[in-house]
T-cell receptor, first 114, second 112 residues
Framework: KAGVTQTPRYLIKTRGQQVTLSCSPISGHRSVSWYQQTPGQGLQFLFEYFSETQRNKGNFPGRFSGRQFSNSRSEMNVSTLELGDSALYLC?????????????FGPGTRLLVL | GEDVEQSLFLSVREGDSSVINCTYTDSSSTYLYWYKQEPGAGLQLLTYIFSNMDMKQDQRLTVLLNKKDKHLSLRIADTQTGDSAIYFCAESINNAGNMLTFGGGTRLMVKP
């Protein structure tokens, strides 16, 4: 079974631009979560989607948004990029929403904002 | 509130045991996880323990949970140079879906 895939793997943008990152979950998984990893703040939860609906949202500004498609693929968008948005963005998928559902992480998209 | 803490760094010699510690504050944690992250890679799930258990063993890995003290540890037996990585503990809260709260990570260095 293929793992979680994220595209692109690396991205360079400038301040003020917007960016869209993509995540394809493991086949059959319906839940997708996004995390931001930075050296200063560590791993922080962004949001979680299940059946095309956002189920949970972390403490991030409205510039961060996401969506999930009917095939469970998910995208996240960051508008009006700031230098502090430079980070590794990780996506994780699981079968469902229960706390015991194992989450499998993708390799991440490394975003650099100049 | 939720807070998960880990020590920053651990250095061991190849063949020794490593013990990585983690403390958490939310008593409603249901599952506690250990993830491994190698340079340039995503997170690899190593093992997890349900909050009503106090120990779980999986090959070279042993997880101990002291719910009273909210203390979690990961013991790696016969540590190898390939075990060098950053280890994260994480908790999930009942009724919070898949949201995980992570510790800051412990960098394990294994010397030959």
């Amino acid at each position: 079974k293929a793992g979680v895939t994220q595209t692109p793997r690396y991205l360079i943008k400038t301040r003020g631009q917007q960016v869209t990152l993509s995540c394809s979950p493991i086949s059959g998984h319906r839940s997708v979560s996004w995390y931001q990893q930075t050296p200063g703040q560590g791993l922080q939860f962004l949001f979680e989607y299940f059946s095309e609906t956002q189920r949970n949202k972390g403490n991030f500004p409205g510039r961060f948004s996401g969506r999930q498609f009917s095939n469970s693929r998910s995208e996240m968008n960051v508008s009006t990029l700031e230098l502090g948005d430079s980070a590794l963005y990780l996506c994780a998928s699981s079968l469902g929403l229960a706390a015991w559902e194992t989450q499998y992480f993708g390799p991440g998209t490394r975003l650099l904002v100049l | 509130g939720e807070d998960v803490e880990q020590s920053l760094f651990l250095s061991v010699r190849e063949g020794d045991s490593s013990v990585i510690n983690c403390t958490y504050t939310d008593s409603s944690s249901t599952y506690l996880y250990w993830y491994k992250q190698e340079p340039g890679a995503g997170l690899q799930l190593l093992t997890y323990i349900f909050s009503n258990m106090d120990m779980k063993q999986d090959q070279r890995l042993t997880v101990l949970l002291n719910k009273k003290d909210k203390h979690l540890s990961l013991r790696i037996a016969d540590t190898q140079t390939g075990d060098s990585a950053i280890y994260f503990c994480a908790e999930s809260i009942n009724n919070a879906g898949n949201m995980l709260t992570f510790g800051g990570g412990t960098r394990l260095m294994v010397k030959p």
